[in-house]
């Protein structure tokens, strides 16, 4: 690291530029002034230090030395073009984009085009994207089709000519056929593997979008390869994947979404666990406001200091200031919810099965709560308590198999299609196998299944038979010689985000997700576009088991989440219930 002084002469700080970063090691004059402009400075390897990203620019170099400014601007020339143009964008961006967009002329689209196939509220999406110069998250409620939206977006803009599009390894193939719906002006592509992204070659001619995985976002190789194609566009489904900002797929999706002219962003719940979390999504759309976590967390995470062993830690595991919040996120949030402009939607029922208490089961819940409240005082306890508590949650799964291959048969016997939603893989296994025992036509989609062979599942379950049906083979209005082969679809929570299963109108939730969001977003594979009756969710519930304190905790944050886009930890929350502190 070299060495840069002040103009009387007095040290500044050591530098040094790696790659997109300055390494800096401040002086106190220098340290105080970033902390003031809300610049972490953290000792690291023995050390002061502070990275200084392009979005902190313009912040940083005011504090800097001439001779470092230059010096940076020399080593990394692209920062002060990327600053200027992001600065640019951003003084364009109306203070309302939705206000903007209810005052802007009508789209001018040929009366064939798939546009007129949008509901209205769809359609005033894709303007309100327009209005946010695509730079924005869409976090319409789950099922109200985000996926249209933004290839809609995609077809209209002028200036859309290169997308990438990251989601979910499960809806991977969804994406493109959408993309043959509503973008009939794009060619869409899925690279499965680095070793595909390596491959591509561009066409000089037409607009083509490359659709991969979240996985891949964690590899820097596939992330440079990315890069180097030049997209003018990324798209990020399901982004709360992004929540994380240490995390190696948010670090690489950001450098991604930062080199790109337009930023869509794609969620069901834009606040996933808490606003802590929803930060780095705006980070992603407006990276010079909202340029360091630090000022966001100590206004909207309910900043506090927890004492760890013999250290203090500032935590930012909770909320604050809501009403200020929504004002804030509003010109990059569109979020609408179904009962708001999806009408035609039959109502969704939630019913909890209550099982009989079973001795065992109940006597090791009593043992295993005991023990956990001794072990939930501190951190290294709170980690050992969880996994006592995971072990026996699969405990409690297993245990419903037999009411589960009951009430599988009886819905069966009723000709209904169900979908059974389990946690722990042995748990789906044990079901599986007996639910073919049984004779019925089983499919299962856990972490592991290969994204190739979702598809091909969701398809299976999916197509219908008619009135007109004679075994199997369909001479009615869908078209299809011959059914799909399966009637239940078991899936963990590798099912719980964009995938459609309007076929079934029965869901089965075995064994509680610890998460409301989690669950709503399993509910609502069928709950979506394209059903046309009224949806029940069915929970089992232990009785006497964890289940009783689980299923309180889920409604009481249940309707957090309505309140205010965001929930505490989950697992926090239950260990200071099973604790007695809160």
């Known amino acids: ?45 023995n050390a002061m230090r502070v990275e200084v990203t392009a979005p902190q620019w313009p912040v940083v170099a005011p504090l800097l030395p001439a001779t470092l400014r230059a010096h940076v601007e020399a080593e990394v020339p692209a920062w002060p073009a990327w600053v200027a143009d992001e600065q640019s964008r951003q003084s364009a961006r109306p203070a309302d984009p939705l206000v903007a967009a209810l005052n802007a002329n009508d789209l001018e689209v040929p009366s064939d085009h ?36 933004a290839w809609m977006a995609l077809e209209l803009s002028d200036s859309a000519r290169l997308a990438l599009i990251v989601c979910p390894g499960s809806v991977l193939e969804n994406w493109v056929r959408e993309g043959k719906r509503w973008a009939p002006g794009w060619t869409a592509k899925v690279a499965w593997s680095s070793k595909d992204i390596g ?39 399901e982004a709360h994947y992004a929540k994380s900002p240490e995390a190696a797929r948010t670090r690489g999706v950001l450098s991604l979404l930062h080199a790109a002219r337009h930023r869509i962003l794609l969620t069901g719940t834009p606040i996933k666990n808490r606003p802590a979390e929803f930060w780095t999504l705006l980070h992603a759309v407006d990276p010079l406001r909202f340029h360091t976590f630090y000022p966001w967390g100590e206004t909207f995470c309910g900043a506090r200091d927890r004492r760890i062993g013999h250290k203090v830690v500032r935590t930012y595991d909770g909320s604050a200031r809501l009403p200020q919040l ?9 979020r609408r919810e179904k009962r ?28 295993v709560l005991d023990e956990v409240r001794a072990q939930a005082q501190d951190e290294r306890g709170s980690n050992r308590a969880l996994g006592m508590l995971g072990e026996l949650r699969q405990h409690i799964g297993l245990a419903k198999i037999d009411a589960a291959v009951e009430w599988a048969q009886d819905a069966r016997a009723n000709d209904e299609p169900v979908v059974i939603f389990v946690y722990h893989r042995e748990v789906g296994n044990q079901l599986k196998s007996r639910l073919l025992k049984e004779g019925m036509r089983v499919g299962m989609i856990l972490g592991d299944t290969p994204a190739k062979d979702r598809q091909s599942l969701v398809d299976a379950f999916q197509l219908r038979h008619h009135d007109d049906c004679v075994e199997g083979r369909c001479v009615g209005p869908c078209g299809v010689r011959q059914h799909g082969p399966l ?10 985000e964009g995938i459609t299963l309007v076929r079934a109108a029965l869901s089965l939730q075995v064994e509680y997700w610890w998460s409301p969001g989690d669950l709503e977003q399993a509910e609502d594979r ?3 576009n394209g059903q046309d009756r009224p949806v029940l969710n069915v ?25 205010s886009l965001a929930r505490d930890g989950f697992h926090k929350a239950l260990l200071d219930r099973l604790a007695g502190t809160a």
């Open 539 to 563: 929970y089992l519930h232990l009785d006497g088991t964890l289940d009783d304190h689980v299923a309180m905790l889920l409604e009481d944050k249940r309707d957090t989440v309505r309140q």
């Open 487 to 496: 009637d239940i679809l078991i899936g963990s929570e590798a099912i719980k």
């Open 340 to 367: 708001a402009v999806l009408t035609d939607l039959p109502p969704k029922r939630r019913q909890r099965l209550v099982l009989p208490k079973n001795d065992s089961l109940s006597s090791l819940t009593r043992s």
């Open 199 to 237: 491959k591509i070659v561009l066409p000089d001619t037409g607009r083509h979008a490359i659709i991969v995985s979240w996985g891949l976002m964690s590899r820097e190789a596939t992330r440079e390869s990315l890069l180097r194609l030049g997209f003018d566009t990324v798209i990020c489904d």
């Open 326 to 334: 929504a004002k804030v996120t509003t010109p990059y949030v569109l």
């Open 114 to 149: 798939p546009w007129h196939h949008l509901y209205p509220y769809q359609r005033a999406g894709v303007r309100w994207l327009f209005a946010t110069g695509m730079r924005a998250v869409l976090g319409d409620d789950m099922g109200l089709g985000k996926t249209p939206q």
């Open 526 to 528: 069928l709950c979506r």
């Open 1 to 45: 690291m070299s060495s840069w002084y002040d103009d009387d002469g007095s040290l500044a700080a050591l530098a040094e530029v790696k790659g997109h970063t300055i390494d800096l090691q401040p002086a106190p004059r220098l340290r105080r002034a970033l902390l003031e402009k809300w610049i972490p400075v953290q000792y690291a390897r």
